[in-house]
Every structure is written in structure tokens, then in C-alpha cells.
């Protein structure tokens, strides 16, 4: 018989949440001797907006701490299974190391990473658009943008230039299986006594005088904490609320749909073995390989393509639509001329969950004992190791005392020794100009 939770030890932290960012503050905590409970609604680790992920990990952000995080957290999903120390079950999930390559398009992105790579040490091959094409000889190499709907005549016209090559970084790729990765924390948190509780909804938040004294879920049990901390993903907002943690952000969440297509490789082409994963900005696309020699295409948000913004995370079509699959499909075939267009439409819809910059919030809140790694705009399944370690170091240093607010906490990488100024990613930032206000980040 399972002992309900309110009979159970209080823990020093409520997780709410067990996607990937919720499993590996997890397991960081636990790893400082935090004992945690992660409660979720679902029925097991990252079957939410993880699950949907196309774990893209790259590092071709718009700002030092964004590449930093990205660069670092690499490194620890390239030596998974020594990282995590603890055994699944299940198996392990992989980081396929395949590359990546950012197409310098006349969007200039590439203009804006090159010195932050230089600046932090991230390794990188700056190739010709000769080089390009031997690398990925299945590609167009033209320039066919700006991005444009289909309706436009000029996304039909033939482009008379040729991109100005690619920025190609080895050690990115992409990781095999989101979900396992999520369970994979969750069974290393386990291993260092964390806890688990699924099928759980949290319904609120006990405050008293500022200070945060318990959660209650949907069952009717009180779970006594003094720390909780926000993981919802595309229900951030609601739990943020719910603490009355909202009053004074300065950025906010909000979900929006984003769908991802999956089709077979053209014929010929043995695109799982040697397609790398590609940045599109000129088309507005990027994509992968995907097991079974196929594709997974999803878009990068260029500002022609309409915003499918959701008011409530549990009402969207789940299904993918015409008009998105048929945009996404065709902008790949511009790059990939011999593509087969499929008659059957594959893919999956989610949430993101973006904040006003499309950078993410990982912070403190006005309520004491209250944290949250939110935001993560379609862009931060890649950094859930780095995550779990900066808001473990994070919650660790305020329960202590230190004022975050006023004196940012900072880490420094192990593989780079840049130093990740926590203050990035502030709740009372002003909104950062310098991002592509795009899952590119
Ligand atoms: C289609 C798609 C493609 C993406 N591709 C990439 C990519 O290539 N690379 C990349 O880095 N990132 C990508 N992302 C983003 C990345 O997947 C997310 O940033 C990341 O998975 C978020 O993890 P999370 O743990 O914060 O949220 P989630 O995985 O959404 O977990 C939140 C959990 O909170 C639970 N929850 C919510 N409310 C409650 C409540 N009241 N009570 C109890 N539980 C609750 C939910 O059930 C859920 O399990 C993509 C996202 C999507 C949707």
C-alpha cells in the first residue's frame, strides 16, 4: 500500500515538474544532499513538452552566457553515463555526435556567434561554401532567402546567389532519445535518495509572510516544504501564479505551438549516416537526421511565419496541420532538391514555452523559497545538465542568504572556465535586445 505523501518525511524541495530541466535539478540537489520530491501530473519522467523535443544540442546562441551554458552542457551529455554515475534499467540515452553546421545566410546570426565562440574557447570550423558542398553534397547551396511563405512568388524563383558558407561545430548533434534522458536523471536523483510522485497535480501553493510553507495537490494532500521550485514548462506561468511569484517579473511566459515533421531521407541518400544537423536561417528551417534514414524538420521562427501563441496548455491541436507541414516540407525540399514530397504528414505538435526575449528565467522569486527554471523558448532541452547544476548552486547560496538580485550568482565551466553569470537569466532583467527573439536563442 503506498503511503500518501502527506504522511511522508517533508522534503527540503518540491520539484514541480519531471521533464528534463525538473530530473536534472533532481539530481543536482540530491547530489548536494537536498532531499527532493518532484511531483508531476503526468505518468512518468519527461513525458511532456520533453517527450516532443528534438534535442537539438548546439551552441550557436546570442550572447556569452547562452553559448557558455550550451558549450558546457555538451560536454556532459558527450560522457552521459559517467556524468549521471547511476545505472537505468532502460539503458542510457546518447548524444549522436553527428555536427552541426549554421549556414551563413545574409540573416548574419553566424556574425553575432563567431566572437563568442573565439571569446570562450568553443571549437569550430568556419567553411567555404565549397566546403560546404563537399561536406553535405545532397544540399542546394544557394541562397534562397529571406525565409517566405509559399503564397509569395519569389520562394519559387531561382536564387542567383550562393550562401556565404557555414559555421560547422563537431562535437554538436543531437540527443537519440529526450525521454530516456529524463528518466535517466530521474533514476540518478533516485540513486542519491530523490523522490518521485506521478499522476500528481499540483493545485497550490501555501505562502505565509513571504515565505513558502507547502504545495497541495489534486488528491486533497498537503506536503510540507519550505523550498518549491517551478518546472512546469508550458504551464510555468499558471504555477507561477498560483505562488503569486508573478508580481514582479519584469519577463513573462506564455506558450506557443511549434510542430516538427518527420519524413524519409531522398532516395539514394543515406542521410542518418552522413547528414550533419543543419541551422537554415535563409530558409527559416532547421533539421536533422532521424533514425530509420529519415528527417526531422522544424522551423526557427523567421518573422514572416504566423505565431500560433495558446491560452490554455491544455486545450491546442495535438495533430500536425496542412499549412504548417506543407511550409516546413517545402522549404526543406528548396535545400534538399531531391527530397520526395511523403503523402502521409508525420510529425508531432508541442508547446514551447517562451519568455518575452526567448531567453530563458532561471532565478529566485519575491517569494522566499520560491525558484524557477522557466522560459525555455524551444531551446533548452540541451542545457538541462548545466541547468540542474546552476539553480542547484543557485537555491544552495540563497537558502544561505546571499542576494541574488543585487549580486548575482556566477559559475564558472568546467571545460572552458567561462564564467555563467547567472544574472542573464534574471526574472528582473531588462528584455535582452541582443537575441534573435527565436528558438535560435
Ligand atoms: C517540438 C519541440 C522541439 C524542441 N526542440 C528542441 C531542441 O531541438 N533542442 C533544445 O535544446 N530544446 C528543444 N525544445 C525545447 C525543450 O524540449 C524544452 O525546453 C525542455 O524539454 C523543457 O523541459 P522542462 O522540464 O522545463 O519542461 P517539460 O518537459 O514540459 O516538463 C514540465 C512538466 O511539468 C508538469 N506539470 C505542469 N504543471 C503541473 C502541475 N500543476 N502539477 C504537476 N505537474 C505539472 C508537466 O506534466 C510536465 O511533465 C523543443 C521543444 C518542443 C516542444
Not at 528551417?285 to 526557427?300: C, H, K, L, T
Amino acid at each position: 500500500v503506498a503511503i500518501p505523501l502527506s504522511a511522508q518525511p517533508s522534503p527540503d524541495a518540491v520539484i514541480v515538474g519531471a521533464g528534463v530541466l525538473g530530473c536534472a535539478i533532481a539530481f543536482e540537489l540530491t547530489r548536494r544532499g537536498c532531499e527532493t520530491l518532484n511531483v508531476d501530473r503526468l505518468a512518468a519522467a519527461g513525458h511532456g513538452s520533453t517527450g516532443s523535443s528534438s534535442a537539438i544540442v548546439r551552441g550557436h546562441y546570442s550572447t556569452h552566457d547562452a553559448v557558455a551554458l550550451a558549450y558546457e552542457s555538451a560536454e556532459r551529455w558527450r560522457r552521459w553515463p559517467d556524468y549521471l554515475d547511476a545505472d537505468d534499467e532502460s539503458g542510457h540515452a546518447q548524444l549522436v555526435q553527428r555536427g552541426s553546421v549554421l549556414l551563413k545566410s545574409s540573416e548574419r546570426h553566424y556574425a553575432k556567434v563567431i566572437p563568442l565562440y573565439d571569446e570562450i574557447g568553443v571549437p569550430y570550423v568556419d567553411w567555404s561554401v565549397d566546403e560546404l558542398a563537399l561536406a553535405m553534397p545532397m544540399l542546394d547551396v544557394r541562397s534562397f532567402g529571406p525565409p517566405r511563405r509559399l503564397t509569395e512568388p519569389e520562394f519559387w524563383h531561382e536564387p542567383e546567389h550562393l550562401l556565404d558558407g557555414a559555421l560547422f561545430t563537431p562535437w554538436s548533434g543531437y540527443v537519440n532519445d529526450p525521454q530516456l534522458a529524463a528518466h535517466n536523471l530521474q533514476r540518478a536523483a533516485e540513486a542519491h535518495g530523490g523522490r518521485f510522485a506521478f499522476r500528481q497535480t499540483l493545485t497550490d501553493i501555501l505562502v505565509e509572510r513571504g515565505q513558502v510553507r507547502g504545495i497541495c495537490l489534486d488528491d486533497g494532500s498537503v506536503v510540507r516544504t519550505p523550498i518549491v521550485v517551478n518546472v512546469a514548462g508550458p504551464h510555468s506561468a499558471h504555477v507561477n501564479r498560483l505562488a503569486g511569484a508573478d508580481a514582479d517579473m519584469r519577463v513573462r511566459t506564455r506558450p506557443l505551438r511549434h510542430e516538427v515533421h518527420h519524413l524519409p531521407a531522398p532516395p539514394g541518400v543515406d542521410f542518418e549516416r552522413d547528414g550533419l544537423h543543419v541551422s537554415d536561417a535563409d530558409l527559416g528551417i532547421d533539421f536533422r537526421p532521424e533514425a530509420g534514414n529519415n528527417i526531422s524538420v522544424g522551423s526557427e521562427g523567421p518573422a514572416c511565419d504566423p505565431k500560433d501563441w495558446i491560452d490554455d496548455p491544455d486545450d491546442f491541436k495535438r495533430h500536425v496541420t496542412e499549412a504548417v507541414w506543407e511550409t516546413q516540407v517545402f522549404r526543406l525540399a528548396r535545400r534538399l532538391p531531391a527530397l520526395r514530397i511523403p503523402v502521409a504528414r508525420k510529425g508531432v505538435a508541442d508547446l514551447y514555452d517562451v519568455s518575452d526575449d526567448w531567453m530563458p528565467i532561471y532565478d529566485r522569486s519575491a517569494v522566499e523559497g520560491f525558484y524557477m527554471a522557466v522560459g525555455t523558448s524551444g531551446n533548452q532541452f540541451k542545457n538541462a545538465p548545466m541547468v540542474g547544476e546552476l539553480m542547484a548552486e543557485l537555491i544552495t547560496r540563497c537558502s544561505l542568504g546571499h542576494d541574488h538580485d543585487t549580486d548575482p550568482v556566477r559559475i564558472a565551466g568546467d571545460s572552458t572556465g567561462a564564467t555563467i553569470n547567472l544574472g542573464s537569466f534574471s526574472r528582473l532583467r531588462d528584455l535582452d535586445r541582443r537575441t534573435s527573439l527565436s528558438a535560435m536563442g
